[in-house]
């Protein structure tokens, strides 16, 4: 009778979990918006179980599933964050944006299906270091501008390497749990968005460099 649950593996059960505490943390947006963020922490922990139990055991609904579970945690809990802390159509307007641009990068990553990198900075990336920003209520406007970078760089062509690094993933997942009870742990997770923000740029620059030498060596022979 209930047929789609055939299909359910463990891997899609954690997803849920990740949509169910990204709808939880859009329940408390705007009355509560340090639980709010704190949800959306949980969820990213979420996202990072399911993702190593697919590597385990196969999910027919597992991608489709996940990037429905992003667009909810990822995509509007981090929009309506932007809308909750300042009642301006330019907070608005940049909270519509990060959702599109979003929505935008998870549809894109499902059609690329690329293994080992990302072409656009991942939307939990950009959630996490949203939500660590108004974790530690950093200033509205530096908030906005972050958000608005981020969703320039979601539907960007740099490549972004997958991480895979157990102890890194581990490491990644105790801040994110000591934020619980250590709120300066959130400037650790801000900080390590940002360096896998920047993280591509040295191989561009390395590329843009090689380019220019090819250009010189060209035009001398010509």
Same mark, same amino acid.
């Given at each position: %009778?209930?047929?789609?649950?055939?299909?359910?593996? *463990?891997?899609?059960?954690?997803?849920?979990?990740?949509? #169910?505490?990204?709808?939880? /943390?859009?329940?408390?947006?705007?009355? &509560?918006?340090?639980?709010? *963020?704190?949800?959306?922490?949980?969820?990213?922990? %979420? +996202? /990072?179980? &399911?993702?190593?139990?697919?590597?385990?055991?196969? !999910?027919?609904?597992?991608?489709?599933? +996940?990037?429905?579970? +992003?667009?909810? $945690?990822? /995509?509007?809990?981090? !929009?309506?964050?932007?809308?909750?802390?300042? &009642?301006?159509?330019?907070?608005?307007?940049?909270?519509?944006?990060?959702?599109?641009?979003? %929505?935008?990068?998870?549809?894109?990553f499902n059609i690329l299906k690329i293994k080992d990198e990302f072409v656009g900075y991942p939307i939990t990336a950009s959630a996490l270091f949203i939500? !660590?920003?108004?974790?530690?209520?950093?200033?509205?406007?530096?908030?906005?501008?972050? *958000?608005?970078?981020?969703?320039?760089? %979601?539907? $960007?062509?740099?490549?972004?390497?997958?991480?895979?690094?157990?102890?890194?993933?581990?490491?990644?997942?105790?801040?994110?749990? !000591?934020?619980?009870?250590?709120? &300066?742990?959130?400037?650790?997770? *801000?900080?390590?968005?940002?360096?896998?923000?920047?993280?591509?740029?040295?191989?561009?620059?390395?590329?843009?460099?090689?380019?220019?030498? /090819?250009?010189? #060596?060209? $035009?001398?022979?010509?």
């Amino acid at each position: %009778m209930f047929g789609a649950l055939n299909d359910i593996r *463990a891997a899609d059960i954690v997803t849920a979990f990740n949509a #169910l505490f990204g709808f939880l /943390g859009i329940y408390f947006v705007f009355s &509560d918006l340090q639980l709010s *963020a704190l949800f959306l922490f949980v969820s990213v922990i %979420m +996202d /990072g179980i &399911d993702g190593a139990i697919s590597r385990i055991e196969l !999910s027919l609904l597992g991608e489709d599933l +996940d990037s429905l579970a +992003d667009m909810i $945690s990822f /995509g509007v809990l981090p !929009s309506l964050m932007l809308i909750a802390i300042s &009642d301006s159509w330019i907070y608005y307007s940049i909270g519509g944006l990060f959702l599109i641009t979003g %929505m935008i990068r998870l549809a894109r990553f499902n059609i690329l299906k690329i293994k080992d990198e990302f072409v656009g900075y991942p939307i939990t990336a950009s959630a996490l270091f949203i939500g !660590s920003l108004v974790y530690l209520e950093i200033a509205n406007y530096i908030i906005a501008i972050v *958000a608005l970078v981020l969703s320039f760089f %979601m539907i $960007s062509n740099l490549r972004y390497q997958k991480i895979r690094d157990k102890i890194l993933l581990t490491f990644t997942g105790v801040v994110l749990i !000591s934020a619980f009870f250590i709120k &300066d742990s959130a400037y650790i997770v *801000a900080g390590l968005t940002l360096v896998y923000l920047v993280s591509p740029f040295p191989a561009e620059v390395s590329r843009w460099l090689e380019r220019k030498k /090819g250009e010189r #060596l060209l $035009s001398r022979l010509g």
